[in-house]
């Protein structure tokens, strides 16, 4: 499974993005979205399963952004409104098989979008 990630940029706080993942590969997997900011550990952003029916959030998203997903496209997309200066990372899609929490449990992953967002 190749997964390309796209949709990050530049975006003043309180903006939008729509990051989204396009999969490439046999097989149902969950996806999950993680980031990183610079000197920071990578941690989970939010998931969803194959079918699009349960989906996970970090509490500190919850409301702000939606993980969603369309299999006739093989897409994944995360929209994230009222961004802050804290949203500023390396966003990266993962497909495993749990759409769990831990990036230990995702076995293929993207290689990264940048979103940065300005005070």
């Known amino acids: 499974v190749q997964l390309q990630a796209s949709g990050g940029g530049l975006v003043q706080a309180g903006g939008s993005l729509r990051l989204s993942c396009g999969a490439s590969?046999?097989?149902?997997?969950?996806m999950g979205w993680f980031r990183q900011a610079p000197g920071k550990d990578r941690e989970f952003v939010a998931a969803?399963?194959?079918?699009?029916?349960?989906?996970k959030y970090a509490d500190f998203v919850k409301g702000r952004f939606t993980i969603s997903r369309d299999n006739a496209k093989n897409t994944v997309y995360l929209e994230m409104n009222s961004l802050n200066p804290e949203d500023t990372a390396v966003y990266y899609c993962?497909?495993?098989?749990?759409?769990?929490?831990?990036?230990?449990?995702?076995?293929?992953w993207g290689q990264g979008t940048q979103v940065t967002v300005s005070s």
């Open positions: 969803i399963s194959w079918g699009g029916r349960s989906t």
């Open positions: 590969g046999r097989g149902l997997y969950a």
């Open positions: 993962a497909a495993g098989r749990s759409g769990a929490v831990t990036s230990a449990d995702y076995s293929y």
